[in-house]
């Protein structure tokens, strides 16, 4: 069993910050890709930002020099720092990783169960 679970989501000004964490639980042998996926209503799930297991990132052109992701792999946590925020950040923000849970296992892709953001004018 692998669970992650978001924490950090809330309620902020525009021009403000906040810092989301996952955190995946469980049976793990190994972690590659972590990554942060948003939803905002009405509109389809969006990659936002993506650590590699070598800590490379990706970010969307929409986040770019406003969001940083970073992960602790000692916790197996990733997190995302997110500065500027604007109203159209407004979102439901899920986190995902592939999970490789024993030494032989298949890497498997597992979601949490999403954290809100809201940023109001």
């Known amino acids: 069993q692998v669970q992650l679970v978001e924490s950090g989501g809330g309620l902020v000004q525009a021009g403000g910050s906040l810092r989301l964490s996952c955190a995946a639980s469980?049976?793990?042998?190994?972690?590659?890709?972590m990554a942060w996926y948003r939803q905002a209503p009405g509109k389809q799930r969006e990659l936002v930002a993506r650590?590699?297991?070598?800590?490379?990132?990706y970010y969307a052109d929409s986040v770019k020099g406003r969001f940083t992701t970073s992960r602790d792999n000692a916790k197996n946590t990733v997190y995302l720092q997110m500065n500027s925020l604007k109203t159209e950040d407004t979102a439901v923000y899920y986190c995902?990783?592939?999970?490789?849970?024993?030494?032989?296992?298949?890497?498997?892709?597992?979601w949490g169960q999403g954290t809100q953001v809201t940023v109001s004018s």
């Open positions: 995902n990783a592939a999970i490789q849970r024993t030494i032989l296992g298949r890497r498997d892709v597992y």
């Open positions: 469980g049976s793990i042998f190994s972690i590659n890709d």
């Open positions: 650590v590699s297991g070598g800590g490379s990132t």
